[in-house]
């Protein structure tokens, strides 16, 4: 055990016992500290006991974070409803020097609120001794409580010097690791050392079903309910059901296994209440290591500190292929895993896994003449590659502006229509990283085995930043399946950024709105001409519908005036707020089918065209050899049919699931490649590796 004055309780001013042997042998508390280079520290996180409870049960759900100067160096896993955890977890900190202590905290982790502070400590790092194994015994504190007992935590730490080419190595890690905890909301854990590493073990398949016999949360007996659900640091946030206390969601998505023995999904269902805080309605888990893979498990939770019950359908699977490595491994170069790979997605295997539409290679290979992020003229560039819900990441090049990664990213694709994303961000160690541009690219627009330079284009994607990035791409997938998956709801991302309110944003959908109406409006020339005033009597009576329509929303508008007295200003900008950013996503959605409408018929996506004609060949030949009668008894029975089928199938409407693969005029813009300046010409080259 150390002495005290090795180990103090965290408070607001730090602690450091600088105490040395001078060479009379007496004690010098002045003595600066030496710093002889970089440290190793090597911390066992063993358990804690007799912390403090902070949830309502008389338990907690603790986990604890390290850090060193400011800075979150680890994190540990949340021991759930427990307050002696077991952790177990080791972790390699590396150090540039002693002076500034450990500091650990403890919290509570409470999904959907913020976490709870269950006390602190610190390490003096000073005082351990190189090389050797010390066993450490933590009492934590609350700064504003230091009377209060909140329990102690068990360590074991060694700490070793790092000196000559090994400091290189050393610093190359701990820039990588700073760069991926920035990343902890996309779960993103990569290590450069390693030439190839699958990211994730499998995936979680969850379709939330309904609700019953929810808490009625509004005054009138009713709530407007959701659900959140969180598996690590993987989020997803369900529809809104309006005025029920028995919802049908009917919504499924995936998450992703990091870790062999699985782990833990806490779901929590809240009421949206417009204006102010969402009111919580209850809690419940699903503990993924007692449920048995490669089969559908159907749950029915008991919410906790609530009333009803939520019903799941819950599904693990083996992993798929996601997997990174450097492009001097390249895996499509063996001649056999090639041919595997053809045979996988051949038109015979249409109906093998129907939800395994084709294969993604991405080689990230370099870049040029990107924006200088650093006070030096510098920046410390690394990509992210992005396809849906699957993210991975490359190393970062320090201090260059013309970085060479030479990856090579592997997806599976699950969509033929998907958009893979490649964006470059400068790496700060001090805060988060800075954005330097990305590119959009739909999947069908790939030329497999060509080398391109694409211009790097702003977050909005609708004007070019500095730089281009050099990428080959190469697509195989089964047009079959391809055309099938279109027909079904797409794969909805579970990490997306919120709605604001812009002002810029909001023009933009009224006048991609007021073209749609415009359309809608020439082609209805009887409405056109009672503005136009052709016909006096006509336009006179749809002149005094209009007032009368107005004046009864503007009674409208006054007992709403007098009701909103009541309420608070701010509750008032909150409601304002929320009603501007309905509308102006509502904009959207309307010009975007209109949209999208039009885009099908001028090929902008010439795959999604041919889908059409031979969808309506089909039809039409159907219509001439089935009489119509039949064809809609047929659906109709197979409509009427289908949830006692399948009674938690989830519901689509295939035209509008097919509309939803077309991009709209906003995507068509944020998908066009612009012309790099022809000093940036590469050297293009094809490749028939892929056949």
Same mark, same amino acid.
């Given at each position: 055990?150390?002495?005290?004055?090795?180990?103090?309780?965290?408070?607001?001013?730090?602690?450091?016992?600088?105490?040395?042997?001078?060479?009379?042998?007496?004690?010098?508390?002045?003595?600066?500290?030496?710093?002889?280079?970089?440290?190793?520290?090597?911390?066992?996180?063993?358990?804690?006991?007799?912390?403090?409870?902070?949830?309502?049960?008389?338990?907690?759900?603790?986990?604890?974070?390290?850090?060193?100067?400011?800075?979150?160096?680890?994190?540990?896993?949340?021991?759930?409803?427990?307050?002696?955890?077991?952790?177990?977890?080791?972790?390699?900190?590396?150090?540039?020097?002693?002076?500034?202590?450990?500091?650990?905290?403890?919290?509570?982790?409470?999904?959907?609120?913020?976490?709870?502070?269950?006390?602190?400590?610190?390490?003096?790092?000073?005082?351990?001794?190189?090389?050797?194994?010390?066993?450490?015994?933590?009492?934590?504190?609350?700064?504003?409580?230091?009377?209060?007992?909140?329990?102690?935590?068990?360590?074991?730490?060694?700490?070793?010097?790092?000196?000559?080419?090994?400091?290189?190595?050393?610093?190359?890690?701990?820039? /990588?690791?700073?760069?991926?905890?920035?990343?902890?909301? #996309?779960?993103? +854990?990569?290590?450069? !050392?390693? *030439?190839? %590493?699958? $990211?994730?073990?499998?995936?979680?398949?969850?379709?939330?079903?309904?609700?019953?016999?929810?808490?009625?949360?509004?005054?009138?007996?009713?709530?407007?309910?959701?659900?959140?659900?969180?598996?690590?640091?993987?989020?997803?946030?369900?529809?809104?059901?309006?005025?029920?206390?028995?919802?049908?969601?009917?919504?499924?998505?995936?998450?992703?296994?990091?870790?062999?023995?699985?782990?833990?999904?806490?779901?929590?269902?809240?009421?949206?209440?417009?204006?102010?805080?969402?009111?919580?309605?209850?809690?419940?888990?699903?503990?993924?290591?007692?449920?048995?893979?490669?089969?559908?498990?159907?749950?029915?939770?008991?919410?906790?500190?609530?009333?009803?019950?939520?019903?799941?359908?819950?599904?693990?699977?083996?992993?798929?292929?996601?997997?990174? /490595?450097?492009?001097?491994?390249?895996?499509?170069?063996? #001649?056999?895993? +090639?041919?595997?790979? !053809?045979? *996988?997605? %051949?038109? $015979?295997?249409?109906?093998?896994?129907?939800?395994?539409?084709?294969?993604?290679?991405?080689?990230?290979?370099?870049?040029?003449?990107?924006?200088?992020?650093?006070?030096?003229?510098?920046?410390?560039?690394?990509?992210?590659?992005?396809?849906?819900?699957?993210?991975?990441?490359?190393?970062?090049?320090?201090?260059?502006?013309?970085?060479?990664?030479?990856?090579?990213?592997?997806?599976?694709?699950?969509?033929?229509?998907?958009?893979?994303?490649?964006?470059?961000?400068?790496?700060?160690?001090?805060?988060?990283?800075?954005?330097?541009?990305?590119?959009?690219?739909?999947?069908?627009?790939?030329?497999?085995?060509?080398?391109?330079?694409?211009?790097?284009?702003?977050?909005?994607?609708?004007?070019?930043?500095?730089?281009?990035?050099?990428?080959?791409?190469?697509?195989?997938?089964?047009?079959?399946?391809?055309?099938?998956?279109?027909?079904?709801?797409?794969?909805?991302?579970?990490?997306?950024?919120?709605?604001?309110?812009?002002?810029?944003?909001?023009?933009?959908?009224?006048?991609?709105?007021?073209?749609?109406?415009?359309?809608?409006?020439?082609?209805?020339?009887?409405?056109?001409?009672?503005?136009?005033?052709?016909?006096?009597?006509?336009?006179?009576?749809?002149?005094?519908?209009?007032?009368?329509?107005?004046?009864?929303?503007?009674?409208?508008?006054?007992?709403?005036?007098?009701?909103?007295?009541?309420?608070?200003?701010?509750?008032?900008?909150?409601?304002?707020?929320?009603?501007?950013?309905?509308?102006?996503?509502?904009?959207?959605?309307?010009?975007?089918?209109?949209?999208?409408?039009?885009?099908?018929?001028?090929?902008?996506?010439?795959?999604?065209?041919?889908?059409?004609?031979?969808?309506?060949?089909?039809?039409?030949?159907?219509?001439?050899?089935?009489?119509?009668?039949?064809?809609?008894?047929?659906?109709?029975?197979?409509?009427?049919?289908?949830?006692?089928?399948?009674?938690?199938?989830?519901?689509?409407?295939?035209?509008?699931?097919?509309?939803?693969?077309?991009?709209?005029?906003?995507?068509?813009?944020?998908?066009?490649?612009?012309?790099?300046?022809?000093?940036?010409?590469?050297?293009?080259?094809?490749?028939?590796?892929?056949?």
């Amino acid at each position: 055990m150390l002495d005290s004055c090795k180990l103090k309780s965290a408070c607001n001013l730090p602690f450091i016992c600088n105490k040395k042997i001078n060479a009379a042998g007496t004690s010098n508390a002045e003595v600066p500290l030496a710093d002889p280079g970089m440290y190793q520290l090597d911390i066992t996180l063993r358990r804690g006991q007799s912390l403090a409870a902070r949830d309502r049960g008389g338990t907690s759900d603790p986990y604890v974070k390290f850090k060193i100067g400011g800075k979150e160096v680890f994190r540990s896993k949340i021991i759930h409803k427990n307050l002696n955890p077991v952790w177990e977890e080791k972790a390699c900190i590396l150090v540039d020097h002693l002076r500034e202590p450990l500091y650990i905290k403890v919290f509570d982790y409470d999904f959907g609120l913020q976490d709870d502070f269950m006390g602190s400590a610190f390490l003096d790092l000073t005082q351990l001794e190189l090389n050797r194994p010390t066993d450490v015994t933590l009492t934590l504190k609350d700064p504003h409580y230091p009377d209060h007992d909140l329990g102690i935590i068990l360590l074991s730490v060694i700490l070793t010097p790092k000196e000559g080419e090994s400091r290189d190595v050393t610093m190359l890690m701990r820039k /990588s690791w700073k760069r991926s905890s920035k990343f902890q909301t #996309q779960s993103l +854990r990569l290590s450069d !050392l390693h *030439r190839k %590493s699958h $990211l994730w073990r499998g995936i979680v398949s969850i379709t939330l079903i309904e609700g019953r016999d929810l808490k009625a949360m509004d005054s009138n007996g009713l709530s407007d309910p959701y659900v959140k659900f969180r598996l690590g640091h993987q989020k997803y946030k369900s529809k809104i059901m309006p005025k029920t206390l028995n919802p049908q969601w009917r919504e499924q998505f995936d998450f992703h296994l990091y870790e062999e023995r699985g782990g833990i999904i806490d779901i929590t269902a809240w009421d949206k209440d417009a204006g102010k805080r969402d009111d919580f309605i209850g809690r419940c888990q699903v503990d993924l290591s007692a449920l048995s893979r490669e089969q559908t498990h159907k749950l029915e939770l008991q919410l906790e500190e609530g009333e009803g019950h939520l019903v799941l359908l819950v599904t693990l699977t083996a992993s798929a292929t996601v997997s990174i /490595s450097d492009l001097s491994v390249n895996s499509l170069e063996d #001649q056999k895993e +090639r041919e595997e790979i !053809l045979k *996988r997605y %051949s038109p $015979l295997r249409i109906f093998h896994n129907l939800k395994d539409v084709g294969f993604l290679q991405v080689k990230v290979i370099r870049a040029e003449g990107l924006m200088a992020a650093d006070v030096t003229g510098k920046s410390d560039p690394f990509c992210v590659v992005e396809l849906n819900n699957d993210r991975l990441v490359t190393h970062t090049v320090y201090k260059n502006l013309n970085p060479e990664w030479n990856k090579v990213f592997t997806f599976n694709i699950k969509d033929i229509h998907s958009v893979l994303e490649v964006t470059v961000y400068d790496e700060d160690r001090d805060r988060s990283a800075d954005f330097l541009g990305k590119v959009a690219i739909p999947l069908l627009s790939i030329q497999n085995g060509e080398q391109k330079a694409y211009v790097l284009k702003n977050k909005q994607l609708t004007g070019p930043t500095k730089g281009v990035i050099y990428l080959e791409i190469d697509v195989i997938f089964n047009a079959v399946k391809a055309s099938l998956r279109t027909l079904i709801p797409k794969e909805q991302k579970y990490i997306e950024e919120e709605n604001r309110l812009s002002k810029q944003l909001l023009l933009r959908n009224f006048i991609r709105m007021k073209r749609c109406v415009m359309v809608l409006v020439n082609a209805a020339y009887y409405v056109n001409s009672c503005f136009d005033w052709d016909s006096p009597p006509r336009s006179l009576a749809a002149f005094v519908v209009v007032e009368d329509m107005l004046e009864d929303e503007e009674e409208e508008d006054d007992k709403d005036d007098k009701d909103s007295e009541k309420k608070g200003f701010i509750n008032k900008i909150y409601a304002i707020q929320e009603v501007c950013v309905s509308v102006q996503n509502i904009l959207d959605e309307v010009a975007s089918f209109g949209e999208r409408i039009k885009n099908t018929f001028n090929w902008t996506v010439p795959f999604l065209s041919w889908l059409a004609i031979v969808a309506l060949c089909v039809f039409t030949v159907i219509l001439y050899c089935i009489p119509l009668r039949y064809i809609v008894l047929v659906w109709g029975i197979n409509k009427f049919t289908k949830k006692l089928r399948s009674p938690y199938a989830i519901d689509n409407n295939e035209l509008l699931d097919f509309l939803s693969r077309v991009p709209s005029d906003v995507q068509v813009v944020q998908y066009q490649e612009l012309k790099p300046d022809p000093s940036h010409s590469p050297y293009k080259r094809k490749k028939n590796n892929l056949g």
